[in-house]
């Protein structure tokens, strides 16, 4: 997503509002994926020497969870600012920050659910949806 500066008026924002592949932001790797385009909504002020970004970003995560291995979505929202020294240049391309924002919102630890039980150790069973007869360890 990029911002044209010439296209700023006086006292007025600019708005722009893409549809971003994951694959285009590079984001879509490891244990983060994203099964359809990441919504970016961005709001910009000029300054005589600096870009105000307002950003909303909406996408669709999917999880395995990291306690019993279950697959589950979730809608990832986060609202942010960003701020650029704009001396000098045309444009501003803002697709690395916004990447970056959504990298440092993944959690570590994924749970499917606050009381999820995970899996018993001893058979593999989901706690969740089955009990087992297993001794606890």
Known sequence: MKFFLKTFKEN????????????DLDIDVGIMHFPSDILVRAEAWKGEDGLSVAVHVEAEREFTCSSCLEEFNNLFE???????DIKGLDSVEIDSDV???IIIE?????LCRKDCRGLCPSCG???NE???DCKEV
């Open 78 to 84: 986060k609202d942010f600012s960003l701020h650029y």
């Open 99 to 101: 990447r970056d924002e």
């Open 130 to 132: 089955d009990s087992c």
């Open 106 to 110: 993944h959690p570590i630890r994924i």
């Open 125 to 127: 069973a989901n706690l």
């Open 12 to 23: 007025q924002s600019v708005t722009l509002e893409e549809e971003i592949s994951p694959t």
